[in-house]
């Protein structure tokens, strides 16, 4: 979550065609292939999983693909796998069993989800382009 945010507010600033801007894609290309992999946590209740302090911020990734699919050629797959990600995100969140049972991870996880659905409701509203 945290290593995107760099990516994501600056890539409207970088100047098309520049050596920055090939170079930030890249990157965003390798984020984007992480998140292809690690998408829905990882439910063993390891590092990764959605329930954990760390894990929990996941829920923002869907943010950063969401901002990402609105410059990149392949923004509708994108933008599919966001929605599918805040979809699974959206679901643990409501999970009763879960809101018992798990308040600290549960409300670093929520607020990190409103990025995610702010973002999907209103494009570019948190960074005010």
């Known amino acids: ?20 801007r090939v170079k930030m894609l890249a990157r965003i290309q ?3 292939r992480w998140c292809e992999t690690h998408n829905h946590g990882d439910p ?6 959605y329930n954990t ?5 996941a829920a923002g990734l869907p943010f950063h ?3 990402w ?4 050629p392949d923004g509708r797959l994108l ?10 995100v959206a679901a643990n969140i409501f999970d009763p069993v879960r809101f018992k049972t798990d308040k600290n991870n549960f409300s670093q996880q929520m607020a990190f989800a409103m990025m995610s659905f702010a973002e999907k409701l209103g494009p570019d ?3 005010r382009r």
């Open 30 to 32: 390798d984020g984007i």
């Open 53 to 57: 302090q760390w894990g929990s911020k």
């Open 79 to 88: 933008s599919a796998a966001a929605d599918s990600e805040l979809n699974y």
């Open 1 to 20: 979550m945290y290593f995107f945010e760099a990516y994501s507010a600056g890539l409207h600033d970088i100047p098309a065609g520049s050596e920055r």
């Open 44 to 49: 063993g209740g390891k590092e990764k999983s």
């Open 125 to 127: 509203l948190i960074y």
């Open 65 to 67: 693909l969401y901002i």
């Open 69 to 72: 699919s609105r410059s990149l």
